[in-house]
């Protein structure tokens, strides 16, 4: 079981920046993607932006491409995600992710909410 925890969300002005965290509550030392989730009322949660273990491959949605950038520090326990340039769009409950492609297993955070309006 790994329990992952979001922090950093808030209001913002558009334009303005903010950074979310994920923390896992174990090192994850096999393979494994984590990413960050977007949902807002009345849509499917989306992928905002994905990150692999090993390399560190990434991939944003077209949305964000550009603005933010997703990463990890170097335990690779904790996820970050910088939000630059935020548009009100960008409001919802982000959630970080965390999936063992071998075993299936996925786990996800409780969210934490961003809005972005002025």
């Known amino acids: 079981q790994v329990q992952l925890v979001e922090s950093g969300g808030g209001l913002v002005q558009p334009g303005g920046s903010l950074r979310l965290s994920c923390a896992a509550s174990?090192?994850?030392?096999?393979?494994?993607?984590m990413g960050w989730y977007r949902q807002v009322p009345g849509k499917q949660r989306e992928l905002v932006a994905g990150?692999?273990?090993?390399?560190?491959?990434?991939n944003y949605a077209d949305s964000v491409k550009g603005r933010f950038t997703i990463s990890r520090d170097n335990t690779g326990n904790t996820l970050y995600l910088q939000m630059n340039s935020l548009k009100p769009e960008d409001t919802g409950v982000y959630y970080c992710?965390?999936?063992?492609?071998?075993?299936?297993?996925?786990?996800w955070g409780q969210g934490t909410g961003v809005t972005v309006s002025s």
């Open positions: 990150i692999m273990s090993g390399g560190g491959s990434t």
């Open positions: 992710n965390l999936e063992f492609p071998v075993s299936g297993s996925q786990y």
């Open positions: 174990r090192i994850i030392s096999t393979s494994y993607s």
